[in-house]
């Protein structure tokens, strides 16, 4: 039976086709865009993995290079042990887990250096190889809260797990011109050999105001104007260094067992 286009019955039908067909771009559409934001997720994660590590990209692919020297972990906190389960660790989302009450722990006051307030039980670290198989640096996650943002960055360490390799602050909102420092180099290539732990096993490592000694393996100059903001970087240092950070992962790397 014809249906004439300008009947109720053939409006309704043009309507709904056309929602469908919309709907179905729609979805499509979103799709496509979803994976290009995964695509570029992880691309800038391998890039800032690489930067810490203190890897030259000039002329490099870096996905390339990701590949051959960097293997991923997922490591639980608490044991220090890897997620041998883990699919794919590169699309683990930390601030998800951070805020997700299953996967994460609430933390005391005293305990929360860094004023992130949940921290989630599981982080994920890079161990970064050279050619010849043999580890140059293990690259681990940082944040805290500075003045008026939380600062994101990697720490890469030389093998002894005391050394710092390089830096890298990849996400801020500190007040602009002031906090920019977090992303010059000339401030962060202060941290190349300093040493996060004393003879002790403290976490010493310092941001000081008035700049540091001569000869302090453990201190870098704070920045004139942005004394909360690199306050804010020195407690991220003490909090992922210590007993609720990384204290039970380099445990278990010291003894190989991971």
Known sequence: ???KKDSFV?????TVTLCLLCSFMIT???EVLKERKLVKKRDELMRNVLIAADVDLSGQDFRALFKKDVKPLLVSLDSGDVDTSAENVMDFDPRMASINPETSIKLEKKQDKAKIKTRANQVRVFKVFNDNGELTSVVLPIYGKGLWSMVYGFVALKPDLNTIENVVFYEHGETPGIGDFLNDTEWTDQWHNKQIFDDKGKVSFKVVKGGAKDGDIHGID???GATMTGRGVQRSIQFW???DGFEAFFKKLKASEV
């Open 1 to 3: 039976m014809a249906i």
């Open 222 to 224: 704070a920045v004139s």
């Open 10 to 14: 053939g409006t309704m039908i043009f």
């Open 241 to 243: 260094f210590g007993s």
């Open 28 to 30: 499509g559409t979103a």
